[in-house]
């Protein structure tokens, strides 16, 4: 209870038009109602810890794929909710991540890293941040490459979403974690905690020091190395480069906001989402008002594709796999979708189907699923697994 006794500022239906369903982007709007406000957020975090989840339940719509595996958001996905004239845009990004990460582990070639370039890019157009930080993390920090973003786009007011709160035995542990994460500060205001110890660290908190974001207060080679790196953008920085920029910098002391919410259970997200509908001005809207996304339906269902492969194989299998929706059709009241997963070598084939296709059935299920009731309709969605362009049958190996 006292954790929700600290003074911060704590503070649907799936609808889309048959025409978006068959892949026509939602078009601008100029709504007829009067009055219309709006706000465009971006949403920046580390690899996995629900910023993807946690926009889905802000717009009430399951329009961002979710894995329980890293690095499931590859690029930028715009979501949408308008309720009480207010229309929220909402851009999930990819965790932040180093480009050797991205090369290596994933496979992404030189000049095609927008999982590197997207998290900045989301927050050109954005009016607020949401900083979504997991509470259930062994560290009390802040990631480095989230703070090169915080210190690169510095004007941009934020609020702390400290995530995964329903897994946090003795949640008076999170005013601690808050105190370090905001540096002491929340909308310009010091705030008091008591003193006790976080996670697994085995340490009381305490005994790390909240450093000042004024640039006066660190010596002439850090605020050159601090110029040398805030200057360039993500792509061009290495991971080392922020790590060891950032190594004793815990926090950020410019959030206006704190919000402690369970992204798989939904709690705490009404409150913040009320918070984002109050930070709204006075403009026309971007989109319809039944708009959930700008993205295609089909490729919505490829990323759904993806995020159930990366929970049934191995991930490095998983990652280099690129679903393709092959077939897209109305029969009768049935929308058939068929995609096509081509593979190069027999053995990630044979992995993929699993025993008696076991692996395909449970990834056809969740994908279904969730396509269901995203689009609230009857479908089905058939997954080929394909060997060098032709549909592998398991059964005549």
């Known amino acids: 209870r006292a954790l929700f006794q600290m003074r911060l500022r704590l503070s649907a239906?799936?609808?889309?038009?048959?025409?978006?369903?068959?892949?026509?982007?939602?078009?601008?709007?100029?709504?007829?109602?009067?009055?219309?406000?709006?706000?465009?957020?971006?949403?920046?975090?580390?690899?996995?810890?629900?910023?993807?989840?946690?926009?889905?339940?802000?717009?009430?719509?399951?329009?961002?794929?979710?894995s329980s595996k890293m690095d499931t958001t590859l690029e930028n996905v715009c979501a949408s909710i308008t309720e009480d004239d207010v229309q929220l845009i909402v851009v999930d990004s990819p965790g932040t991540i180093g480009i050797s990460h991205a090369r290596k582990v994933m496979g992404i070639e030189k000049g095609k890293?927008?999982?590197?370039?997207?998290?900045?890019?989301?927050?050109?157009?954005?009016?607020?941040?949401?900083?979504?930080?997991?509470?259930?993390?062994?560290?009390?920090?802040?990631?480095?490459?989230?703070?090169?973003?915080?210190?690169?786009?510095s004007h941009l007011p934020a609020s702390l979403v400290i995530n995964k709160v329903d897994l946090v035995t003795d949640r008076s542990?999170?005013?601690?974690?808050?105190?370090?994460?905001?540096?002491?500060?929340?909308?310009?205001?010091?705030?008091?905690?008591?003193?006790?110890?976080?996670?697994?660290?085995?340490?009381?908190?305490?005994?790390?020091?909240?450093?000042?974001?004024?640039?006066?207060?660190?010596?002439?080679?850090?605020?050159?190395?601090?110029?040398?790196?805030?200057?360039?953008?993500?792509?061009?920085?290495?991971?080392?480069?922020?790590?060891?920029?950032?190594?004793?910098?815990?926090?950020w002391s410019g959030f206006d906001?704190?919000?402690?919410?369970?992204?798989?259970?939904?709690?705490?997200?009404?409150?913040?989402?009320?918070?984002?509908?109050?930070?709204?001005?006075?403009?026309?809207?971007?989109?319809?008002?039944?708009?959930?996304?700008?993205?295609?339906?089909?490729s919505i269902c490829e990323e759904s594709v993806r995020a159930a492969l990366l929970d049934t194989v191995p991930s490095d299998m998983a990652y280099k796999l690129i679903p393709k929706v092959s077939e897209w059709k109305e029969e009768g009241e049935v929308l058939q979708i068929v995609v096509d997963i081509n593979c190069e070598k027999e053995r990630v084939a044979r992995s993929l189907v699993g025993k008696g296709g076991s692996k395909i059935i449970e990834v056809g299920r969740k994908v279904n699923d969730q396509m269901t009731t995203l689009f609230q309709r009857q479908l089905f969605v058939r997954i080929l697994i394909k060997l060098n362009g032709k549909v592998y049958d398991s059964m005549d190996k």
């Open 173 to 251: 542990e999170l005013l601690e974690l808050t105190r370090i994460l905001t540096k002491g500060r929340v909308a310009g205001k010091r705030i008091n905690t008591a003193q006790t110890t976080i996670g697994r660290l085995g340490k009381s908190a305490d005994t790390f020091s909240l450093h000042s974001d004024a640039l006066k207060d660190k010596d002439e080679e850090w605020q050159r190395k601090y110029r040398s790196i805030v200057d360039v953008r993500p792509q061009r920085v290495g991971f080392a480069e922020t790590r060891n920029l950032f190594r004793e910098e815990r926090g």
């Open 13 to 66: 239906v799936i609808v889309l038009s048959r025409r978006g369903l068959r892949g026509a982007a939602p078009q601008r709007f100029d709504p007829p109602i009067p009055h219309t406000r709006g706000l465009d957020v971006a949403v920046i975090g580390a690899p996995n810890v629900g910023k993807s989840l946690l926009t889905n339940q802000i717009v009430r719509a399951a329009v961002s794929a979710v």
């Open 257 to 298: 906001a704190v919000f402690y919410v369970s992204s798989l259970t939904g709690e705490g997200i009404e409150p913040l989402r009320e918070h984002l509908k109050s930070l709204s001005t006075n403009r026309k809207w971007r989109l319809h008002e039944h708009a959930v996304t700008t993205k295609s339906p089909q």
């Open 113 to 153: 890293e927008k999982i590197i370039c997207d998290p900045e890019e989301a927050l050109k157009k954005a009016e607020h941040v949401l900083v979504v930080q997991d509470a259930t993390a062994p560290g009390d920090y802040i990631h480095h490459r989230v703070m090169h973003l915080l210190h690169r786009n």
